[in-house]
């Protein structure tokens, strides 16, 4: 999976990738060297998280407001903010509704065929343990669903195919 995130020190992005025994985690930071740590991280308990990496053991704490994550980790607390998805012009007039970021489909709103209007929300995505309502970027009608409750989706995959209303 891969995240993005907006620091003080510039935009970064985290790619987890599971494995045997944990995880392997690549930062990637303009302009540097991807920094890479395998990490096994038991599950987490009231906003505790253990990372144990080969050489030594941290602890993370970490809170939320809304979409928004506050991790304290080594002496410094960081404020993560996911991505707002850009909405290509094409959107307006029709095309796909993608999925923002990779997660699990919690549930489809709408059906082919429906009239819908701006803003209204199509599908939810679990993702980072949030709700992310992916809402349609203008009015439109609902030419065809891709997903439905319980499925995997990838960050981009196409979720709802939209078109304008003449």
């Known amino acids: ?14 790619e987890v990738t599971p494995g045997e025994s944990g995880y392997t ?12 740590y395998q990490v096994d991280a038991p599950a987490p308990e009231h906003g505790r998280l253990t990372l144990r990496f080969p050489d030594r053991r941290l602890r993370a704490y970490v809170a939320r407001a809304g979409s928004t994550r506050f991790v304290a980790l080594d002496g410094h607390t960081w404020r993560l903010e996911p991505p707002q998805p850009r909405r290509r012009q094409s959107e ?16 489809v709103l709408v059906a082919a065929g429906q009239e819908i209007e701006a803003g209204a929300p199509l599908v939810i995505l679990e993702a ?20 439905r409750p319980g499925d995997i989706v990838m960050q981009g995959q196409p979720l709802i195919d939209l078109e304008a209303i003449p």
């Not at 980072?128 to 997903?147: C, D, N, S, Y």
């Open 1 to 14: 999976m891969q995240f993005r995130y907006t620091l003080p020190e510039g935009d970064v992005t985290v």
């Open 25 to 36: 985690v690549t930062i990637l930071r303009p302009d540097q060297e991807p920094a890479v």
């Open 92 to 107: 307006a007039a029709g095309g796909q509704l993608a999925a923002a970021m990779p997660g699990k489909v919690l549930d």
């Open 128 to 147: 980072m343990k949030m709700e992310l309502r992916m809402a349609a970027p203008a009015a439109g009608r609902v030419a065809g669903v891709h997903v």
